[in-house]
């Protein structure tokens, strides 16, 4: 079991920045990477970035890329989501959340085991 928790939400102004954090506890011995999902009221969740423990690759949608930006500390087993240039649709609730095999596919959140709870992100124009 693996077990998520997202901090760092918010509220931000139009080109301001925020910064969300994930903390994992548990097995996360198993964990081979993790992503970044995010849910606008009223449409469908979307997977925005990953990142991979042992090697720190990482991937972004097309949305943020160029925004954002993904990181680790493994030795706190924390996640990082650096959000800058941020814009009224990027308004919504972020998730972390680990898969159950060992590939972190963006597209796929059928893919993922375990969810936090979110943290709110809220931008104004």
């Known amino acids: 079991q693996v077990h998520l928790v997202e901090s760092g939400g918010g509220s931000a102004q139009a080109a301001g920045s925020l910064r969300l954090s994930c903390s994992a506890s548990?097995?996360?011995?198993?964990?081979?990477?993790m992503a970044w999902f995010r849910q606008a009221p009223g449409k469908a969740r979307e997977g925005i970035a990953a990142?991979?423990?042992?090697?720190?690759?990482?991937s972004y949608a097309n949305s943020v890329a160029g925004r954002f930006t993904i990181s680790q500390d493994n030795a706190k087993n924390t996640v990082y989501l650096q959000m800058d240039s941020l814009e009224p649709k990027d308004t919504g609730t972020y998730f972390c959340?680990?898969?159950?095999?060992?590939?972190?596919?963006?597209?796929?959140?059928?893919?993922?085991?375990?969810w936090g709870q979110g943290t709110q992100v809220t931008v104004s124009s």
């Open positions: 959340a680990a898969p159950s095999g060992r590939l972190c596919w963006l597209t796929d959140e059928t893919e993922y085991r375990y």
């Open positions: 548990g097995a996360t011995y198993d964990n081979p990477c």
């Open positions: 990142i991979y423990s042992e090697n720190g690759v990482t």
